[in-house]
Antibody, heavy 120, light 107 residues
Framework: QVQLVQSGAEVKKPGASVKVSCKASGYTFTAYGISWVRQAPGQSLEWMGWISPYSGDTDYAQKFQGRITMTTDTSTSTGYMELRSLRSDDTAVYYC?????????????WGQGTMVTVSS | EIVMTQSPATLSVSPGERATLSCRASQSVSSNLAWYQQKPGQTPRLLMYGSSTRATGIPARFSGSGSGTEFTLTIGSLQSEDFAVYYCQQYNNWPETFGQGTKVEIK
């Protein structure tokens, strides 16, 4: 079955970087773009950006421009999201998500989430 | 960016009753609107996309309507498993944006 499995929880100090992975299985990895969405505790969902595993093209939300990088490794069907210069308000659950059986832009498959805690 | 506004913030409903949730976009998103359900400690679950198309496995008691800037998610007869937070999302323009959520709680 289609599955996205993310890396484990992270604790980082302010100013550090974090890199979250998202390993895909059960479908052709290069056929669907991967989006990253985060959710701060008790808050709504926030779209961070998108990457095409086929072309490597990316699109980042302006809010994260300059401190976010999304990449993929097609040899291992894994996507990565790196966020730099972490602040306390970056504390959140980070999700990777794709849309397979739906309109482009909606997400029917989600990773289990990775909790990133930023604290001194 | 497009701002999505959901109302009400909290909806208290008795099991078996109908629930109506609203979502408004700050500018037209055509029918490029999705709804998600999220229970505590769980990942979001896609309910609807294209404003009114149910995702795979979603029961028929869930229905969506609207286009442009006004959208509605209706739950026909609330079951115990439907008490959760619901988010709308527009994917007509980047950045894709979500509403702040409507919590459906037991009355």
């Amino acid at each position: 079955q289609v599955q996205l499995v993310q890396s484990g929880a992270e604790v980082k100090k302010p100013g550090a970087s974090v890199k979250v992975s998202c390993k895909a299985s059960g479908y052709t990895f290069t056929a669907y773009g991967i989006s990253w969405v985060r959710q701060a505790p008790g808050q709504s969902l926030e779209w961070m950006g998108w990457i095409s595993p086929y072309s490597g093209d990316t699109d980042y939300a302006q809010k994260f421009q300059g401190r976010i990088t999304m990449t993929t490794d097609t040899s291992t069907s894994t996507g990565y999201m790196e966020l730099r210069s972490l602040r306390s308000d970056d504390t959140a659950v980070y999700y990777c998500a794709i849309g397979i059986a739906v309109a482009a832009g909606a997400f029917d498959i989600w990773g289990q989430g990775t909790m990133v805690t930023v604290s001194s | 960016e497009i701002v999505m506004t959901q109302s009400p913030a909290t909806l208290s409903v008795s099991p078996g009753e109908r629930a109506t949730l609203s979502c408004r976009a700050s500018q037209s998103v055509s029918s490029n609107l999705a709804w998600y359900q999220q229970k505590p400690g769980q990942t979001p679950r896609l309910l609807m996309y294209g404003s009114s198309t149910r995702a795979t496995g979603i029961p028929a008691r869930f229905s969506g309507s609207g286009s442009g800037t006004e959208f509605t998610l209706t739950i026909g007869s609330l079951q115990s498993e439907d008490f959760a937070v619901y988010y709308c999302q527009q994917y007509n323009n980047w950045p894709e944006t979500f509403g702040q959520g409507t919590k459906v709680e037991i009355k």
